[in-house]
């Protein structure tokens, strides 16, 4: 057996969370609302290298099923690495929303809108049944501690999200009529169907750490996912708002509108919270040693979705005080990209990356202890 495909033995499905994390600094990138000479060139070729990444995977998890299918089947009964099967329809739509953006200007747009077509669809059905299929699971056969909660169980109600934002980058490329309009009215059920599950989630991760502290692990980085569904929700309601006058009459497209902003602004103000206490919780857990791992990747994809939302809240409002927000988050961005997409190079050559997972024990999560108690 090579050291290739022995590698493969343990490769999990949080490697996608590599091309979501890249394909957002390509798709915030096109939508920045300031012009910086050189960043579409930047985004293009972004977009073309998590593209190709996005094919290495693929190639990767059928290789991997090929040769060590009990490896692969093992993921879906740990109950840290299960959740990350929503990284994978993320990827893909993730690669699809940028073919639109950036990608358009090298394979040109009528192949662009079928590959993001291609994309949003498989990307759109694996999320609904990441949906449905992590959540069964973790309610009839995982079993979850009452300190068990953290950032990973947003991965799988996540996706639907994603297929709201990216489906409403599509609407202008459908014909005026009823599929369009239906189009428009999906979109807003999966933002909805991912905005409840996450709110429930999202208060059970505050929960736990309210009651129990933090893992003091590699974990403690998935606490920026939670950034997602809240910067993925206001890109989202930012995107069909802007779209709505395409798919229904006048005075719903306008409410749609104003919704986005409505729904944005507080959602915002709770997100610049939270990215508050992950960066200190974050900062706490790397001055006590932790290492490196693809949770790091968490930094990446949540941050570039406030990123979209604050760009989607900038051209709603027209407010300069948005504007300058969005370019301080990518420039953020851009800092924790780098360094995580430099850290995984090197786990990747030197093979730390290619462990076995996690213990399927649990973590337990603790607080600081009061000196003098």
């Keep these: 057996m090579t050291t290739e495909i022995a590698r493969l033995r343990y490769f999990g499905p949080n490697w996608f969370a590599s091309v979501m994390g890249t394909g957002i600094v390509a798709t915030a990138?096109?939508?920045?609302?300031?012009?910086?000479?050189?960043?579409?060139?930047?985004?293009?070729?972004?977009?073309?290298?998590?593209?190709?990444?996005?094919?290495?995977?693929?190639?990767?998890?059928?290789?991997?099923?090929?040769?060590?299918?009990?490896?692969?089947?093992?993921?879906?009964?740990?109950?840290?690495?299960?959740?990350?099967?929503?990284?994978?329809p993320m990827a893909f739509m993730t690669v699809g929303a940028g073919a639109l953006l950036v990608g358009k200007d090298l394979i040109g747009e009528r192949l662009a809108v079928d590959l993001a077509w291609v994309l949003w669809t498989t990307g759109t059905l694996g999320g609904l049944f990441t949906a449905i299929s992590i959540p069964y699971l973790m309610f009839t056969q995982i079993s979850v501690g009452p300190d068990a909660a953290f950032g990973g169980w947003l991965m799988p109600v996540v996706p639907p999200m994603v297929s709201a934002a990216s489906g409403a980058l599509l609407i202008p490329h459908m014909a005026p009529g009823t599929g369009r309009t239906t189009m428009l009215y999906g979109c807003w059920a999966m933002f909805g169907l991912s905005l409840i599950a996450a709110l429930v989630i999202i208060s059970l991760i505050w929960s736990r750490l309210a009651h129990y502290g933090t893992s003091g692990t590699t974990r403690v980085p998935t606490l920026w996912i939670v950034l997602g569904p809240l910067g993925q929700g206001i890109t989202a309601a930012g995107l069909l708002g802007a779209q709505a006058a395409l798919a229904v009459p006048a005075d719903l497209a306008s409410g749609m509108a104003v919704f986005a902003v409505l729904f944005g602004v507080p959602v915002w103000g709770f997100a610049v919270l939270w990215i508050a206490l992950a960066t200190s919780l974050t900062v706490r857990t790397i001055r006590r040693g932790m290492p490196f791992a693809l949770t790091w990747w968490s930094l990446t994809f949540p941050v570039g979705t406030f990123v979209t939302g604050t760009t989607q809240l900038a051209v709603h409002t027209g407010l300069p005080?948005?504007?300058?927000?969005?370019?301080?988050?990518?420039?953020?961005?851009?800092?924790?990209?780098?360094?995580?997409?430099?850290?995984?190079?090197?786990?990747?050559?030197?093979?730390?990356?290619?462990?076995?997972?996690?213990?399927?024990g649990p973590i337990t999560a603790r607080k600081d202890v009061p000196s003098g108690t």
């Design 29 to 88: 990138g096109a939508g920045l609302p300031l012009h910086v000479p050189g960043l579409h060139v930047f985004s293009r070729i972004v977009w073309v290298v998590a593209a190709a990444l996005l094919v290495v995977l693929i190639v990767a998890v059928s290789a991997q099923w090929a040769r060590h299918p009990t490896a692969a089947r093992g993921h879906a009964r740990n109950p840290q690495m299960t959740h990350f099967y929503g990284a994978a």
């Design 321 to 360: 005080a948005f504007r300058g927000a969005a370019v301080v988050a990518y420039a953020c961005l851009l800092c924790t990209w780098g360094l995580v997409a430099v850290q995984t190079a090197r786990g990747s050559l030197g093979g730390t990356l290619f462990q076995p997972p996690a213990s399927t």
